[in-house]
């Protein structure tokens, strides 16, 4: 199976507009490492959507957003 879908990479408008939060926002997440690591590729960003998607699955369980997967708090 083909996972290359799921481990694309999102720009950083892409990944606001998944996230259906304004770019300031995200900006802000990534600043104080809330969200998903980030990848600088050129003068961009770059977000893979299985990071994203990860972040999603903590914030609907409620986990601490800051802390990866498999990290104690």
Request: glycine share 6%.
């Amino acid at each position: 199976m083909n996972n290359a879908g799921e481990d694309r990479l999102l720009t950083f408008q892409e990944t606001a507009d998944y996230l259906r939060i304004s770019r300031p926002t995200l900006s802000r997440l990534v600043q104080e490492d809330k969200v998903i690591l980030a990848v600088r590729v050129g003068y961009g960003w770059r977000f893979r959507k299985s990071d994203v998607e990860a972040y999603l699955r903590r914030q609907e369980s409620g986990a601490t957003p800051h802390l990866k997967e498999g990290e104690e708090p």
